[in-house]
């Protein structure tokens, strides 16, 4: 990973980190992380893309990683990493972009798209399709123990985590994740505490990754992650056409605990998922789990952006 190198952009009031590798005057693909994740989960891909000829740029969002955290935490909302994106795109004097998202990095991928949608010669999507934005009513459907319910809350998460250091938080949320069961804790019990502490890492997740993570959780801390994304779904967005029309490849990994959400997996195998995108493909790996780029770095890299419909 020596070859990529890391810059700070100062954009919206805020420095912004990215790690970058390629040509500068090569196409550009933007890949956009998740929770708990840093750009550090695009490691792999980001070397087989710049390898296969394109420049790859990964950044922290604001409040993760390396980057600052917003100003005021309580104000801080998806559409702020919108505004973000396009910064730091007309920052480097980028014109055009081919996006891959992952987990929460799809809902601002997604609407950088709706927005600016001849910026983005295509998106890749790992997980979720898309799908009209609207406030989650699935969680009413969950018992009060699941994990984005109790992560809502304020103070609760905050008081489960604070028992532990931060890369015992990230350790914990990493196993939780790569379940293929839904993370539900009991009324007598906090998220924390579904994983024992002697209960193994994923085998593809090393204990040097769980240092990398841990150190930049330690710097970063967890109050701006549990805002966005956890505490901001509920943000309503202004946009009169929640059709991307741009080509599209969902990846999903058929154990994937997040299929179990309620009516997820029918929305993906039905054909209603192309109602919201109208370009689609969708490709399965039958043992994926939440984390298919740390997990298979190997299956998924600059082949998928090649056979996409349209080229960076």
């Known amino acids: 990973m020596d070859q990529i190198v890391h810059k700070f952009v100062e954009v919206n009031g805020v420095k912004l980190h990215l790690a970058e590798i390629g040509n500068e005057s090569s196409p550009v693909v933007v890949f956009l992380h998740g929770f708990p994740e840093i750009w550090y989960s695009w490691r792999h891909q980001m070397i087989a893309i710049a390898n296969a000829g394109y420049r790859a740029i990964a950044p922290d969002w604001r409040g993760y990683g390396l980057s600052d955290p917003p100003p ?3 104000k801080f909302v998806f559409s702020d990493l919108v505004d973000d994106l396009l910064a730091i795109l007309d920052s480097l004097g980028i014109d055009k972009i081919f996006l891959i998202a992952k987990d929460f990095g799809l809902r601002p991928a997604f609407l950088f798209t709706l927005q600016y949608s001849t910026r983005v010669t295509g998106v890749i999507s790992l997980g979720a399709p898309h799908r009209p934005f609207r406030p ?6 969950m018992p009060e ?3 984005i319910n109790r992560w809502r809350e304020p103070g ?4 489960d985590f604070g028992r532990f250091d931060a890369k015992t938080v990230v350790r914990n949320i990493y196993i939780l994740f790569s379940r293929s069961e839904i993370p539900i804790a009991d009324e007598s ?3 924390m505490d579904i994983v024992g502490p002697s209960t193994p890492l994923p085998p593809w997740f090393t204990e040097e990754d769980l240092s990398v993570y841990g150190a930049l959780y330690e710097k970063s801390g967890f109050l701006n992650p549990l805002k966005v994304p956890y505490r901001s779904l ?7 056409d929640d059709v991307i029309k741009n080509p599209m490849l969902l990846i999903t990994g058929e154990k994937d605990y997040f299929l179990k959400f309620p009516g997820m997996k029918d929305l993906i195998k039905s054909e209603m998922v192309r109602e919201f995108a109208t370009d689609l493909e969708i490709e399965y790996v039958p043992q994926g789990t939440h984390f298919l780029q740390e997990q298979f770095p190997d299956k998924h890299s600059n082949k998928k952006v090649r056979n996409s419909k349209t080229n960076v």
């Open 145 to 147: 123990g699941f994990y």
């Open 72 to 74: 005021d935490t309580e």
């Open 234 to 240: 509920d943000e309503v967005y202004d946009i009169a």
């Open 189 to 191: 019990q906090e998220i």
């Open 136 to 141: 989650p009513t699935f969680l009413k459907q």
């Open 156 to 159: 609760r998460a905050e008081a």
